[in-house]
């Protein structure tokens, strides 16, 4: 019984992580960024402290976000993720929590970053605690630590670039074999060309994967109104995203299409306190 969860939860991760990118594996969150196919590494806002840590410099509110993604409409490919960014006298401080999963195979992952802005540059370190659980086998936990930053080239081209899990942080198996954590490095490009406008591309590497590719659309159509899509590749996909961001809370909404696996949503709140 234990072989055959320990298979069945082992089938699952797979899955996830060559067609859906598992949450192992560190993907970003937020709707934003999830309608932008996830070209978020050279963007600076609150959910920087999930995406690129480097990037929440300059937060000037304390904020609270909470965002809920799942794959493909399947009730056990979801992930619930809660954040907390908050300035401080020297650089901005973050937390973050969240879990993937369910009874039978859950990824759950608690992270604490600080960034700091030096002149036209950000930079920012966070230790993730990555804890894997697997019914009937128990649970394995492990440290990934990582560091990103984001420079400001001009005044319409930022740049960004994250490595994650550059300790190679493992997590052993109870069959006695170690299972990598992804060791992931991401650099992109932002551009914004008018205030209404942005355009960022991307670039992911998993040091075991080929290269994927991404590139994302940000357009405000009215005030406070924003539309979003985006492309990605190895593996395809289609992205597209709403968001309503008046000045004390952000409520977006972004969805992607697979061809093979169908439609996934990803749903994200923000508050910030003081800004009411």
Not at 50 to 61: C, D, P, R, S, T
Not at 79 to 94: D, E, R, S, Y
Not at 244 to 255: E, G, K, Q, V
Request: charged share 15%.
């Amino acid at each position: 019984m234990q072989k055959l969860s320990y298979i069945l939860a082992l089938i699952c991760h797979i899955l996830l992580s060559n067609l859906a990118q598992a949450q192992i594996e560190n993907p970003a969150m937020g709707a934003r960024a999830y309608g932008m196919a996830n070209a978020s590494v050279s963007i600076k806002d609150h959910w920087a402290i999930f995406n690129n840590v480097g990037g929440m410099a300059g937060v000037k509110q304390v904020s609270g976000q909470i965002a809920y993604h799942n794959r493909f409409g399947i009730a056990n490919f979801q992930t619930f993720a809660l954040g907390v960014v908050a300035p401080i006298k020297v650089g901005v401080v973050g937390l973050s929590v969240s879990r993937f999963g369910d009874n039978l195979y859950s990824e759950q992952r608690l992270g604490l970053g600080y960034s700091h802005q030096i002149k036209n540059v950000s930079l920012g370190a966070k230790i993730n605690y990555v804890q894997v659980r697997i019914q009937d086998l128990g649970s394995q936990g492990t440290f990934a630590f990582e560091f990103g930053g984001v420079a400001r080239i001009s005044e319409e081209i930022s740049f960004g670039a994250h490595i994650y899990n550059f300790n190679q942080g493992q997590l052993n198996t109870s069959f006695g074999d170690a299972e990598k954590v992804p060791v992931i490095m991401k650099a992109g490009l932002s551009y914004q060309p008018v205030k209404a406008l942005l355009l960022n591309i991307e670039t992911e590497k998993d040091i075991d994967l080929p290269a994927t590719f991404k590139a994302g659309v940000e357009y405000e159509l009215v005030k406070n109104i924003f539309l979003r899509t985006g492309i990605q590749t190895s593996p395809f996909n289609n992205f597209f995203g709403i968001g309503f961001t008046p000045r004390w809370f952000h409520l977006n909404y972004a969805l992607s299409t697979n061809d093979a696996l169908g439609v996934s949503h990803h749903l994200s709140f923000t508050y910030q306190l003081g800004k009411k």
